[in-house]
Each structure stands twice: as C-alpha cells, then as structure tokens.
C-alpha cells in the first residue's frame, strides 16, 4: 500500500476467517463500481485459524490490500489505532469484516466527508436504521450503553458505533487511549471536531463466526465513560467539557427557576389573594419560561435571535413546554411512588425525582429544543437495501431519483439515473466501462 489512497478502509480481525474474503471482495467491488481510489488496511490480532494467511493470499490479487499483524497489546480499538497510524490517505473509514456493517454505504460515508462533514456515523438508531436479529439480552445491553454514551454527547443518537468515517486531522496530535471495542467513543471525546453527519443503517448480526461481546468487554466500556469524563475536566478543550459547562449552566438555570417559581406563588398567593392551586400553575408557566428564555440566550448562546420572537424560537418554546411539563409529570409519579410504595421520606423522595428530572429535561431539551447545527442526520429518503447472503444491494436515492446496484460475487455493478435513464456498467474484473442510453 505505498500509493497514496483518498480513503482507506480498516478492518480489524481477530479469527475471521469464514468471512474476511468476502468482506475484501465487497469493500474493493464498491471502491471499484464508485471510482473512488481507496486502499484496505486489515489489522490483525494474531488470529489463530487462517485469516492472516487467507489476506496475505488475497494480497496477490488487490494491489490496494495490506496486512498488519500485531504482537501485542490486543484489542479491537488498539487495532484501529494502529490502522490510523499506518493509513496512507486523509480520510479513514472503519468498518467490521463479519458484514455488519454494509460495505455498500461507504461512498456515502466519502461523500459527506468531502461535503464537508469532519465525522461520519453510521447510526443504528436514527430514522432508517434498525438491528436485525439480536435477541433480548443483547437490544438491551446495546441500549444501556448507547444511553450512557449520549450521557457525553447527547445530540449524536449512536456515540457507540463501530462504523465510521472520519479526516486524518480531527486525531491528528491526540493521544487515543481507548479500553474496550468502543473506539468512536475515544475519537469523539478526544478529537477536534466541528460537523458530524449520522447515516442509518441496518446493523445485520454475523454471517459466520461467534460474536467476541463479553463482560469484560462491557466492563471495559464502562471504565472508558468514566475515563473520557477525567480526561474532560482535566483536558477542557473538548466536546465533552463543552457539553459539562451547558449542562452546569442548565442547571443553574433550573435553580433559578425554582427561585422565581417560589417567589411568584408567594407573591400571587400573599398578596394577590389567588387561591394557591391557581397560583401554582402561574407561578410554574413563569418559571418555564424564564428557563427557557435563560437557555436560549445563555446556556445555548442563540443572540442572533435575542430581540425577535422569531418563529423558530416559537417551536424552540413549545418544544420546551412540553418537555417541561412532561418532567413535571415525572417528578410526581416518582414523589407518589417512591412515598407510598417504598415508604422513603417524602422530601428525599422530592430530590430524587427532581435528580432524575433534571437528566431527563436536558438530554431530550439537547436532543430536540436546542439540536445544534453541528451535527447533521442523513435525509430519510435516501435508503440501502442490502442482502447479505446474496452480497447484492441497491442504494436509492429518493431526492435525486439516483441508485446505485452491486452485485459482489460478479464483480458487477450499476448505476442509475433514472431521469435521464442513463446509466454506468461496470465490470470491475476487466476495469471495462460501457456507457448506455436506453
């Protein structure tokens, strides 16, 4: 690999020897039938049946293919590294080899890239993504950690995915210490970022192997949250101590509200002779709306729209009424429930609810009233269909009337448009291409 590639794509293994040729043979029939000059980088963890000697085989075949076998130091995420190390391109594309992960969605992946974009995530879990046929257990253990994930970057829906895009500069100078397999979740905490782009996908479950999840693996995953947190203070010039300091700021926020709440039902109760029920609500729609107008301009520094009541703030409002009465709906079902059910002292009770009510008012308030424009999820009308038994797929592109079919056994594929119902053949094996006009 001593050309200098527009992408590489790295695969880490470990025991991928059922799938590791035809994930090769995927990712360079996609490169091929796009045009996008691309090299792959397999990243090996001393496998120990023939997936190194199957790559170095397959090496023969695709000038573009490398192997890199480490010693030492084994793990999924300590693989990647290494394979952002010895890249040779600007953009690093990281993708599984047991076909979770489609291969067909890369040139989406480049395209948003040189659109512009500093990350790209293939979500599972934003509209036009789902997971296919994992059971119970593992939906929840995926859920949980994703849940805590966002905790850190509450506007990116899977923080957790293995299957990302990304420019050489955002890690460029950063120390990466990841545990575990999560090392997006390291990329995010520590790289220099300013865009993001999410891309749903279907997340399919092996086609051969065993999956490598594990509880240390979940432990891992669970001391690298609390070690992105330490590195967050320590460090400051991150995502994730931008997100503590909004955060703080909400909650003072929030402080302040309850200050004005209990003023105001003073006062209308006191001195206005209101009866206390009917005062209560005024006093809280008060409170709702000095918090959100002191979040608007403060916590989320929206001063462009400061002195107009613009109709976007208008949504940013009702937005954040809802969320604020459905917290306050919240906060009395776990006041009732953990008084009378559990029998813990009222007041305790009170600050519980008000603990978790605070979580919830800013994680969905971050993820919807104020879902800044740094971060850009993939249009819905665009889907992939993928048949990964077949290894065919077709990616269409609703807007622009654009798809693309690739055939990975033939080494075929097609594109279509069909307005001008012109379209590309290629056949990747003789480097042949054939326009037609139909």
């Not at 045009?35 to 170095?56: C, P, Y």
């Not at 023969?60 to 890199?68: A, E, F, R, S």
Request: aromatic share 14%; proline share 2%; glycine share 8%.
């Amino acid at each position: 690999m001593d050309a200098q590639y527009e992408i590489t794509v790295i695969i880490p293994t470990f025991n991928e020897e059922a799938n590791i040729a035809d994930i090769i043979e995927a990712v360079n029939s996609t490169l091929s039938a796009n045009n996008i000059r691309g090299g792959i980088l397999v990243v090996d963890d001393e496998s120990r049946d023939k997936t190194i000697e199957i790559v170095q085989n397959l090496t023969l075949k695709y000038n573009n293919l490398k192997i890199i076998v480490r010693h030492e130091d084994h793990g999924l995420s300590q693989s990647v590294i290494e394979g952002f190390k010895q890249a040779n391109s600007d953009i690093f594309i990281v993708i599984d080899a047991d076909f979770s992960h489609p291969p067909m969605l890369i040139p989406l992946f480049y395209g948003e890239i040189k659109k512009g974009a500093d990350v790209v995530i293939g979500s599972r879990y934003i509209h036009g993504g789902k997971i296919q046929q994992w059971p119970l257990k593992r939906r929840v253990l995926s859920l949980g950690a994703t849940g805590l994930g966002r905790i850190l970057f509450p506007e990116i829906t899977d923080p957790v995915s293995g299957f990302f895009a990304l420019r050489k500069e955002v890690i460029s100078g950063v120390q990466l210490h990841p545990r575990g397999y999560k090392i997006l979740m390291e990329v995010l905490g520590k790289g220099q970022w300013k865009s993001i782009v999410e891309i749903p996908f279907t997340f399919t479950d092996r086609h051969n192997g065993e999956s490598k999840l594990t509880f240390c693996i979940i432990s891992d995953y669970a001391k690298q949250i609390l070690s992105l947190a330490e590195y967050s203070l320590t460090s400051r010039n991150n995502q994730i101590w931008n997100e503590w300091k909004k955060m703080a700021k909400f909650g003072f926020v929030g402080f302040s509200g309850v200050l004005v709440n209990v003023g105001f039902l003073y006062l209308f109760t006191e001195y206005l002779g209101l009866y206390y029920i009917t005062a209560s609500v005024v006093a809280i729609e008060i409170a709702i709306l000095n918090n959100f107008f002191l979040n608007d301009y403060w916590t989320f520094d929206l001063k462009d729209e400061v002195n107009s009541f613009t109709q976007n703030r208008l949504k940013r409002f009702f937005s954040f009424q809802c969320v604020s009465i459905i917290g306050l709906i919240i906060n009395i079902g776990i006041l009732y429930t953990l008084t009378d059910f559990f029998g813990i002292y009222y007041l305790v009770s009170n600050l519980i609810g008000i603990l978790i009510v605070f979580f919830w008012n800013y994680l969905v308030n971050r993820h919807t009233t104020w879902k800044l424009k740094t971060y850009s999820n993939y249009s819905a009308s665009k889907s992939m269909f993928v048949d990964t038994d077949s290894k065919q797929g077709m990616f269409v592109d609703i807007d622009s009337k654009q798809g693309m079919f690739v055939d990975i056994d033939s080494k075929q594929g097609m594109f279509v448009d069909t307005d001008s119902k012109q379209g590309m053949f290629a056949d990747i094996d003789f480097n042949e291409n054939d326009k037609f006009n139909k």
